[in-house]
């Protein structure tokens, strides 16, 4: 098979199969079906990556989507936190009942974050990787695993053993060479379409699953990091893992054809289909903040005399719809008396709206229009 062998290790009782890719690039037949969705994705990307000259304070924008990956990247691992719950924490604003695994989406905002700054000094490489894992894994699940080392072990998919397991990746013996040609082929200069070269890097990588733990967010991650190292985007808009999470059986059934049945371009019509979709929605959603923010900019401006203190907490509202009065108070200067008859004033004006159910100290709201384009 192109995409490589299945051997069997160890003897007797112990065996067992592992698949073992073969070294990166893959042969690809780009039949007139490919070549159509590589067409569409690359517009649908090159619209989205225009969304970062129309929208004002883009990095507002990015910085909620940053966050909506994390939450969703996160929940196809098997996480309960919601994306309110990721702001709340986010905002400061302290809940009893917030479930435990918001550390872990925390982790991955900052891991993302990390690692975009990092490829501004240093190129995508293993080295990144295995500093973004073990960010990844601080103080969560999989901390005791070795976080940011490559593992030295077998593991395995699925299964409550390994003879049962849904899939058995690469042989840790077989991980130093196969990473090697990985870091190679993620600076190549092979004639390859930028978004058929992702596409085969990040189902290779979730091949050779070469951490104990987090392989999968990981893998997704390293999907933004090369389209923006690329200079396919100018601002990491592209998330995937909303797509994955919807398609989420499709997705592992596509990864897992790749290593049974060598369908290696059906997997990269559905990554392509991903990038087509997941631009569209992007776009769209930046649309609907445009005419958001326009719409709420003229209520605010028949406020009287409080519209330059709301325009300014509308503004904070762009990046975390979380607050309490403590976030007006410290944004605006007013005094609590004024800061409570500004919150009262947004509320009047349907700008913000409270949030009954959060058992924290202080009363909760929220910028409703806003948190729900993006929930």
């Known amino acids: 098979m192109r995409s490589g062998q299945y051997i069997t290790q160890l003897t007797g009782d112990l065996s067992y199969r592992a698949f073992v890719p073969n070294f990166l690039p893959f042969k690809v037949n780009i039949n007139n079906e490919l070549q159509t969705m590589l067409t569409k994705a690359h517009s649908a990307l090159g619209r989205l990556d225009g969304v970062s000259e129309i929208v004002p304070d883009v990095d507002f924008f990015v910085r909620m989507y940053v966050n909506k990956e994390a939450t969703l990247s996160s929940q196809v691992e098997g996480t309960q ?8 924490a986010e905002a400061k604003i302290k809940e009893p009942k917030a479930p435990s695994d918001v550390k872990e989406i925390v982790n991955y905002i900052n891991a993302m974050n990390y690692g975009l700054r990092r490829l501004e000094e240093l190129p995508l490489s293993l080295r990144l990787l295995r500093e973004i894992h073990k960010i990844l894994l601080k103080d969560v699940r999989g901390e005791e695993r070795n976080p940011g080392e490559f593992r030295i072990s077998q593991n395995w998919i699925g299964g409550t053993n390994i003879n049962n397991a849904t899939f058995v990746p690469t042989p840790s013996h077989e991980l130093s060479r196969l990473l090697d040609n990985l870091e190679k082929f993620l ?32 893998g997704r991650l390293l999907i933004t990091f090369y389209l923006c190292q690329q200079k396919e985007l100018s601002k990491p808009l592209l998330y995937l893992s909303a797509y994955f999470k919807k398609q989420r059986q499709e997705y592992y059934n596509r990864l897992q054809a790749v ?22 929605e992007a776009v769209e959603t930046a649309r609907k903040i445009l005419r958001l923010r326009g719409e709420d900019t003229r209520n605010i ?75």
């Open 81 to 88: 936190a919601t994306l309110a719950d990721v702001l709340r």
């Open 259 to 280: 290593h049974e049945q060598d369908d290696i371009e059906g997997w990269l019509n559905f990554f392509l289909q991903g990038i087509i979709v997941t631009s569209q």
């Open 301 to 375: 401006a028949n406020l009287g005399r409080v519209s330059k203190n709301a325009i300014l907490v509308l503004e904070h509202l762009y990046s975390n719809p979380f607050i309490t009065l403590k976030h007006i108070i410290a944004w605006t200067k007013l005094s609590k008396s004024n800061a409570y008859n500004l919150q009262k004033k947004l509320t009047q004006a349907k700008i913000l709206h409270p949030i009954g159910r959060i058992k924290s100290r202080e009363k909760v709201f929220y910028y409703q229009k806003y948190y729900h384009l993006f929930d």
């Open 187 to 218: 600076h190549d200069q092979v004639p390859m379409p930028s978004l058929l070269k992702i596409g085969l890097i990040h189902s290779q990588f979730e091949n050779i699953h070469p951490f104990p733990d987090g392989n999968g967010r990981i």
